[in-house]
């Protein structure tokens, strides 16, 4: 490879779109191993589709040149499932927050869940809502303060790593942002696995959030050796250790089952969406002849 060409091979996926995230954030850890795992797997800016709702997280697409959708809070989930089955030839990722996927999303992610699409489900598990300066998400430990919770978080959090393996996903991690060369092979793998694969990446906010990246490296660490990730059990019980919650690597992994694409053309069309012709004016036409009001 010449040496234009290497560079052209790491930028690929660079854009000129300034960063509005605050220096130091662990976000742009997590943004270099997006494009580190892109290039491991040699993909092209034109294979990906990010989608995205609204937050910190949710900014990820745009400092990223491939294809992207950013849309409405909460709600990147479905939109990336009718992208899937419309065209299962594209990665199709979603970058999301622990207040996006988990609060005001947490209806889509259970549902998603259950379809299993062809997706892989990346959250910036900050616990906080740091967009909007601070206040608790649903992975708030309890006891702890926030902008508007100044006596403390009175609830436990959500359990989000157990909520997809009691409903099979079939890839199911935790990454940490600081760790940029881990995340990049847990996003690699995570992208190669058919069916959604889930990444809960604990990242710390610097601004609002109550530790520093430094308190967090001190607890990270792998998890052991001897973890079964096919032992379903065991993985249950891996996340539901408080002790363990700083451990990261794949926690599950098993067969992959139907992903909703195929069994959605099953139902509904002969073959992907984006394989079948554009309907002709006068096909146009008539479709909407059937949404007239009645006369
Ligand atoms: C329906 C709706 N509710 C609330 C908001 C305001 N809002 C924007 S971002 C956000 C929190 C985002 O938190 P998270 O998803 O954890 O992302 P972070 O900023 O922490 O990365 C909220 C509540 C909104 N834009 N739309
Ligand atoms: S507010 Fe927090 S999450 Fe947002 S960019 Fe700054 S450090 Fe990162
Ligand atoms: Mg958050």
């Excluded at 937050?55 to 499932?81: D, E, I, M, S, W």
Aim: aromatic share 8%.
């Amino acid at each position: 490879m010449t040496d234009s060409e290497k560079n052209r091979q790491k930028d690929l996926f660079s854009n000129d779109v300034e960063i509005q995230w605050c220096p130091g954030c662990p976000n742009h850890g997590i943004l270099q191993a997006f494009k580190t795992a892109f290039k491991k797997l040699g993909k092209s800016p034109q294979d990906i589709c990010l989608v995205s709702g609204i937050g910190q997280a949710a900014k990820l697409p745009h400092y990223l040149q491939c294809n992207f959708f950013n849309g409405l809070h909460g709600r990147a989930l479905p939109v990336a499932t009718g992208i899937q089955a419309a065209n299962p030839n594209l990665t199709t990722v979603v970058a999301t927050g622990d207040g996006d996927c988990y609060g005001e999303g947490g209806n889509h992610f259970i549902h998603a869940l259950r379809r299993n699409p062809n997706i892989t489900v990346v959250v910036h598990n900050n616990e906080i809502y740091a967009l909007t300066k601070g206040q608790a998400s649903p992975t708030t430990m309890k006891g702890e303060k926030r902008s508007l919770q100044e006596k403390g978080v009175q609830v436990e959090p959500l359990n989000a790593l157990a909520v997809a393996i009691l409903h099979n996903c079939t890839f199911v991690a935790r990454g940490f942002a600081a760790d940029t060369d881990h995340l990049s092979g847990l996003l690699a793998d995570a992208m190669n696995h058919e069916g959604m694969a889930y990444v809960d990446v604990i990242q710390p906010c610097i601004t609002w959030g109550e530790h520093p990246v430094k308190w967090y490296s001190e607890r990270v660490a792998l998890l052991p050796e001897d973890h079964d990730v096919a032992d379903r059990n065991a993985a249950l019980s891996m996340v539901l250790d408080k002790e363990a919650r700083f451990r990261i690597g794949v926690i599950y992994r098993t067969s992959p089952r139907e992903v909703f694409g195929a069994a959605f053309q099953k139902e509904v069309t002969e073959e992907p969406l984006a394989k079948m012709p554009f309907p002709t004016a006068e096909e146009t036409e008539k479709i909407f002849e059937g949404f007239q009001p009645a006369a």
